[in-house]
């Protein structure tokens, strides 16, 4: 069993940065890949990025390419999203998963509760 904590969201204008993290429970952190998704209002959830367990290969959704950046410190259970540029339709809650394998669909095993995240223009 895996337990994520997201943390870091919050109120930011357009053109703004934030860092959002995940902290997950248990020892096999390492052998997980990591994912974020985010969902808007009104909308279906998205795939923003994953990483492999290893963080050697990471993954965007093409919208999100550039502008944020999927890391993770298998050392501090942690994986993290920077996100700059922000923009208005960035504005959602945005979920960390785990899984045995990096995908772009909601195939993963866990999910965090997720952290609002709000850029106003």
């Known amino acids: 069993q895996v337990q994520l904590v997201e943390s870091g969201g919050g109120s930011v204008q357009a053109g703004g940065s934030l860092r959002l993290s995940c902290v997950a429970s248990?020892?096999?952190?390492?052998?997980?890949?990591m994912a974020w998704f985010r969902h808007a209002p009104g909308k279906e959830r998205e795939f923003v990025a994953a990483?492999?367990?290893?963080?050697?290969?990471?993954y965007y959704a093409d919208s999100m390419k550039g502008r944020f950046t999927i890391s993770r410190d298998n050392a501090k259970n942690t994986v993290y999203l920077q996100m700059i540029s922000l923009k208005p339709e960035d504005t959602a809650v945005y979920y960390c998963?785990?899984?045995?394998?990096?995908?772009?669909?909601?195939?993963?095993?866990?999910w965090g509760q997720g952290t609002q995240v709000t850029v106003s223009s």
């Open positions: 248990g020892r096999t952190f390492s052998s997980y890949a």
């Open positions: 998963a785990a899984g045995r394998l990096p995908s772009t669909t909601s195939v993963y095993d866990y």
């Open positions: 990483i492999n367990w290893s963080g050697t290969r990471t």
